[in-house]
């Protein structure tokens, strides 16, 4: 078993940033053998991956957010993170952390952050 803690979330205005992180408690260095992904869901749309980090340090990005968002992670610490830089205002939804064996999507998650982008 795998409990996430997210935070981060909040209201940022179109352009700017913001860093979400999520903390695993998981017994040793488990954490390490996870990938680790984030997941979006927007009212009235289906949630959407939007970056993994696999346990073999490959990196994928949706589209939408290449060169503005990065995925990182630190095993030591048991912990995850998004930087979202030039946030859009398709950007915002529930943000959800993820930890999976295979595929990405199941797992643990979190409990979701709601991010806000307005002016």
């Known amino acids: 078993q795998v409990q996430l803690v997210e935070s981060g979330g909040g209201l940022v205005q179109p352009g700017g940033s913001l860093r979400l992180s999520c903390a695993a408690a998981v017994s040793g260095s488990a954490f390490r053998l996870y990938g680790v992904a984030w997941y979006r869901q927007a009212p009235e749309k289906q949630r959407e991956l939007v970056a993994t980090f696999t346990s073999g340090y490959r990196t994928t990005y949706t589209d939408s957010v290449k060169g503005r968002f990065t995925i990182s992670r630190d095993n030591s610490k048991n912990t995850m993170s998004l930087q979202m830089n030039s946030l859009k205002p398709e950007d915002p939804a529930v943000y959800f952390c993820?930890?999976?064996?295979?595929?990405?999507?199941?797992?643990?998650w979190g409990q979701g952050t709601q991010v806000t982008v307005s002016s």
């Open positions: 993820n930890v999976f064996l295979q595929p990405p999507g199941t797992g643990y």
